[in-house]
């Protein structure tokens, strides 16, 4: 007897839907050891995102934005509802948080992560933490993310860790491009 047939560009996962109702209550990281920054993109173009999301996301089938041609990917990054922060360490790109604020009461943190070879190094708990204040400096009633199991092992440990809670999972698919 065999499991359910994959089917070719569709790869099976479960999501969990996690919220944070205020502000992170827990205390603030210390910084991490050399120089880090981190900094709002503003009008980031395009090929920079894709830089930073294919690089983040290519372990964990992040696939939603290679579906928007660039000049999409260039109007989505221009909406004042989207903000794009990212994370330097030494003066290179460590990681980027992408947060949306189209509902103006409730904020989705729609992508978040680390570089490969920054993984390992405390900075996840340090970058969510300070996202997550970035978030809260607007008059939002809670912050939503969600993960899969294609995500880091860690992910959601982490979010949890920060208070966020879990309030609803679904199984899905992952449609490949």
Known sequence: MTGPRRLPGRIPTVVTFLELK????????????GKIALL????????????????????Y???????????????????????LYVLYVDGCPAGMAELDFHDAAVAQLAYFGLMPEYLGRRLGFFFL???????????????????CTLDHQRALPLYQRL???????????????
């Open 129 to 147: 933490y300070h996202t997550a204040m970035n978030a809260w400096a607007k008059p939002i009633s809670k912050l939503l993310v969600n993960t």
């Open 22 to 33: 205020s502000r992170p209550s827990a205390i603030p990281p210390p910084q991490p050891k």
């Open 40 to 59: 709002r993109a503003v009008n980031a173009p395009a090929h920079f995102y894709r830089y930073l999301y294919d690089a983040i996301g290519r372990d």
């Open 61 to 83: 089938h992040w696939v939603d934005r290679k579906k928007l041609n660039d000049a999409q990917l260039a109007a989505l990054l221009r909406e004042e509802a989207i903000e």
């Open 163 to 177: 208070g966020f809670a879990p309030y609803s999972r679904e199984e899905r698919y992952i449609e490949l491009p």
